[in-house]
């Protein structure tokens, strides 16, 4: 398979704005829908979040997704119908999978679960929901903090499905063909991508040169098909980028 590289830059992303959240959007989501850029390989979200101090979203419902969360800056409080509650931080591998179905919220009011000061700052996250095996399966929640694990460089395997990540990764999640990759890039490091049918390249902070696809700015991404290990080369003042690998793709027909 040749080598593909789409390029989506940051500008063109779909964009929510409300009162109190600043969303941008990778695919096709809510209201924005594009009947061409609905999804790409097993990723079907990739929203990057920013929600004001003492908002967020209320309650609601979901079904059949393996939800992964991953906060840059701030905290995230999550409550779910199946008691799951806590604040998600930076460097904080968190997955909820909705299967049967499930109720939660998501809200920037972390002085309400630490007891702490009420504070002013907004929360910055990256959501991603990636298609499961199957449907119906129970209801969950999984999280585990890996910041150390990310100090030291490299890719860290945050969330997989995949048998050969079974004991490298930080959570599972339920789709044998996925993983989720992240990497807080020092100045001018690189690294490889994973060679894979499909992975999809999101910077989340800084800037990377990716070979083949040329400089990359924060809330870019590249979709790459037929993946051969492009290197990706830091900027100097480093970068936090994700990457999804994926082995197979789903289909709507």
Not at 8 to 29: E, I, N, P, V
Request: with cysteine; net charge negative; glycine share 12%.
């Amino acid at each position: 398979m040749t080598t593909q590289l789409d390029v989506r830059r940051a500008g063109q992303r779909f964009h929510t704005r409300a009162g109190w959240l600043d969303s941008h959007h990778c695919f096709s989501f809510s209201h924005h829908y594009d009947p061409k850029n609905t999804h790409f390989g097993l990723l079907l979200v990739s929203n990057d979040d920013v929600v004001a101090p003492g908002t967020g979203f209320d309650t609601h419902p979901h079904r059949d997704m393996e939800i992964v969360t991953w906060v840059l800056d701030g905290g995230l409080v999550h409550q779910d119908s199946e008691g799951h509650n806590g604040v998600i931080y930076p460097g904080l591998a968190q997955r909820m999978s909705a299967g049967t179905g499930i109720l939660h919220s998501e809200k920037n009011d972390s002085w309400k679960i630490t007891g702490g000061a009420e504070h002013k700052d907004p929360v910055h996250f990256v959501q991603m929901w990636v298609f499961p095996d199957e449907q119906g399966i129970k209801p969950g929640y999984e999280q585990l903090d890996i910041n150390d694990e990310l100090a030291r460089g490299g890719w860290v395997t945050v969330a997989s499905g995949m048998d050969r990540d079974r004991d490298q990764r930080a959570i599972s999640i339920a789709q044998k063909h996925a993983a989720l990759r992240a990497s807080r890039m020092t100045a001018d490091q690189t690294l490889a991508l994973p060679t894979a049918p499909f992975v999809h390249v999101y910077v989340a902070k800084g800037e990377v040169a990716l070979e083949g696809a040329g400089l990359l700015s924060k809330g870019d991404a590249v979709r790459v098909t037929g993946s051969e290990g492009q290197r990706l080369t830091a900027g100097a003042e480093g970068a936090e980028v994700l990457v999804w690998e994926m082995d197979g793709a789903v289909t709507f027909g």
